[in-house]
């Protein structure tokens, strides 16, 4: 296989049952996905085995597989899946807290902030509107910085900008997302920061 092929390429291989194909796409999303379950999980090991499931999932599947038109956001689908799937089970989060010494409070994840809002309409759907009042550069630097997990100086560089400025207008949408968001964040009494990365997360995907 060349290494030029288009990923949607190697999509169409793999549901014709072409193991390098699988590879292929393990290679080309492998960072990407693993730092999109660590901001979910705050557990790398959980999310690589969440990753390697995923991808033996495929394999399994792969003659039944459907036709797709963004690989990359199936396969964050999927692993978005599978992750809650490990959460919903329990084993993970109860393993953190058998760890957490008598009398002191057990320290909140991704994880935790992504169940604590998922059954929130209310806050997501306020959420996702706030988010669309924001700028496109806006929209767009948050992507970078929670979603594809760069740092200041990547997304400077990337959009052509400087790194005080990437901050600032980092910055500012989140002042603005904070405001708009004030009233449901404090009916939950969850720390915002954290809130709003898990939602971002959420929408994001």
Known sequence: MTGNLHTQEYWNQLRDGNTDALSALYQLHYIGLINYGVKLT???????????????????????????????????????????????????????HLAVPDGQEPEWSHEDYLTAIEGNDAFTQAFSHAFRRLTQRQ?????????????????????????????????????????ELKGHVQQSGLPIEALISAALLLILQ
């Open 42 to 96: 705050g557990d790398r090991d959980l999310a690589n085995d969440c990753f390697t499931a995923v991808l033996l999932d495929l394999w399994e599947k792969r003659h039944t597989l459907p036709e797709v038109a963004n690989v990359r956001a199936y396969l964050i689908t999927c692993l978005h899946r599978r992750i809650m799937h490990e959460i919903a089970s329990g084993k993970k989060r109860q393993e953190r």
């Open 139 to 179: 929209q767009q630097l948050l992507r970078m910085k929670f979603f594809d997990d760069l740092d200041y100086d990547h997304i400077a560089l990337t959009c052509g900008i400087t790194k005080r400025t990437a901050y600032n207008i980092i910055h500012d949408a989140l002042k603005q997302l904070k405001n």
